[in-house]
T-cell receptor, first 113, second 109 residues
Framework: KAGVTQTPRYLIKTRGQQVTLSCSPI?????VSWYQQTPGQGLQFLFE???????NKGNFPGRFSGRQFSNSRSEMNVSTLELGDSALYLC????????????FGPGTRLTVL | GESVGLHLPTLSVQEGDNSIINCAYS??????FIWYKQESGKGPQFIID?????DKRQGQRVTVLLNKTVKHLSLQIAATQPGDSAVYFC????????FGAGTRLTVKP
């Protein structure tokens, strides 16, 4: 069974640009969560989607948004990039909403210059 | 501020010894506490969870202890192996997953 895949794995952008990251969950998983990981703030919850609906959202500005498609694939978008958005963005999938056991992808390393 | 934190940022143990990783939490309303392991270059991996009405739960080579009186959570790894070297996070499920800062475990051969 294929794991969670994230594309691209690495990305370099400049301030003010926008970026879209993609996540394909494990087959059969309907929940997708996104996290930002930085050395200073650790792992922080961004949002969770279940059956194409955003079920929960973390404490991030509106520049961070996401969506989920009917095949459970998800994308997250960050607009007007800031230097502080440089981070590892992790996607996790699970069968159920708000599941303890989430399956994480390898992440997308975003660098903002 | 963070509701879940870890006592030590690093832990070094000898191969074959037992490891104990500690975590403190502040939110008594959490239903579940979870431990994740993150190896270098990979996403976190679920290890074990414990419901808030339990004191202890065992898995394969791992035991999680929950002390609600002092709001303390620990992960014990028996017979630690080099493959256990990773960063370990405690987390609480509050309708969204809240992770602690992480403890880096290094296993010396």
């Amino acid at each position: 069974k294929a794991g969670v895949t994230q594309t691209p794995r690495y990305l370099i952008k400049t301030r003010g640009q926008q970026v879209t990251l993609s996540c394909s969950p494990i087959s059969g998983h309907r929940s997708v969560s996104w996290y930002q990981q930085t050395p200073g703030q650790g792992l922080q919850f961004l949002f969770e989607y279940f059956s194409e609906t955003q079920r929960n959202k973390g404490n991030f500005p509106g520049r961070f948004s996401g969506r989920q498609f009917s095949n459970s694939r998800s994308e997250m978008n960050v607009s007007t990039l800031e230097l502080g958005d440089s981070a590892l963005y992790l996607c996790a999938s699970s069968r159920a909403w708000v599941s303890n056991e989430q399956f994480f992808g390898p992440g997308t390393r975003l660098t903002v210059l | 501020g963070e509701s879940v934190g870890l006592h030590l940022p690093t832990l070094s143990v000898q191969e074959g010894d037992n490891s104990i990783i500690n975590c403190a939490y502040s939110n008594s309303a959490s239903d579940y506490f979870i431990w994740y392991k993150q190896e270098s270059g990979k996403g976190p991996q679920f290890i074990i969870d414990i419901r808030s009405n339990m004191d202890k739960r065992q898995g394969q080579r791992v035991t999680v202890l929950l002390n609600k009186t002092v709001k303390h959570l620990s992960l014990q790894i028996a017979a630690t192996q080099p493959g256990d070297s990773a960063v370990y996070f405690c987390a609480e499920n509050m309708d969204d997953m809240r992770f602690g800062a992480g403890t880096r475990l290094t296993v010396k051969p």
